[in-house]
């Protein structure tokens, strides 16, 4: 029998590692809402690498106001997610990695399995819940993880966030998630959950951004 303690916990949602589907805004898993955000962060390897670190050192969550706590890594058991190709198709699983890394300032780094807790508040919405990363990919000019919800009391789903370096040599941050309202509030009122969607995306951009500007959909 499988235990069902936070630990050793599955998301809660069947679609795990739907954020990297390229037609996720047209088709998304069914009941779900989903949103994409973009922001440049500048330009130049310099600074996505400097961006790729703090995103894998959870400093877009805590910078946007969220309290990452309990952060345990995983059995080395868990779905790690796949990688594909620009058209979309599968490829190859994604590797994880067998020892810790740590950020220049010492943060320890995420890896598909993490486990962690979230609380904070943004605006006026109110954040906690229990997350695992479900995937982590990490090429030359890009890097991205997704975690998904594992218990909530307010929205289920993944959320998504990717670094990536362009060929024109801009630096870019994307947020992509699908949620599905749980609280009784957000399932009464539908526009209040895409709404704190929105805020959230919001304030992880400005976390990541030096100078914030208006996000492009």
Do not use: C
């Not at 080395?76 to 994604?94: C, H, K, L, S």
């Not at 957000?186 to 969607?197: E, H, K, N």
Request: glycine letters at 8%.
């Amino acid at each position: 029998m499988r235990r069902s303690n936070f630990e050793d916990q599955p998301v809660d949602y069947a679609a795990v590692g739907a954020t990297q589907a390229a037609d996720l805004m047209q088709y998304p898993p069914q009941g779900y809402v989903p949103a994409e955000d973009s922001i440049r962060l500048g330009s130049g390897r310099e600074r996505y690498e400097a961006a790729a670190s703090t995103l894998l050192s959870w400093g877009v969550q805590r910078d946007a106001g969220i309290d990452v706590h309990d952060v345990r890594p995983g059995s080395g058991n868990e779905y790690t997610g796949i990688q594909f190709d620009d058209e979309g198709n599968a490829v190859a699983p994604n590797r994880r990695h067998s020892e810790q890394r740590f950020a220049p300032d010492g943060s320890a780094f995420l890896d598909a399995g993490t486990t962690a807790k979230l609380r904070g508040k943004i605006g006026r919405y109110n954040l906690e819940s229990k997350i695992r990363v479900v995937y982590l990919v990490e090429n030359q000019n890009s890097t991205a993880f997704a975690y998904g919800t594992v218990s909530t009391a307010q929205m289920s789903g993944e959320e998504s966030f990717m670094v990536e370096l362009r060929d024109d040599d801009s630096v870019w941050f994307t947020v992509r998630s699908f949620m599905r309202p749980i609280g009784a509030k957000y399932r009464a009122f539908p526009p209040l959950g895409r709404a704190r969607m929105t805020a959230i995306a919001t304030a992880y951009m400005r976390a990541l951004s030096p100078t914030w500007a208006s996000p492009t959909t």
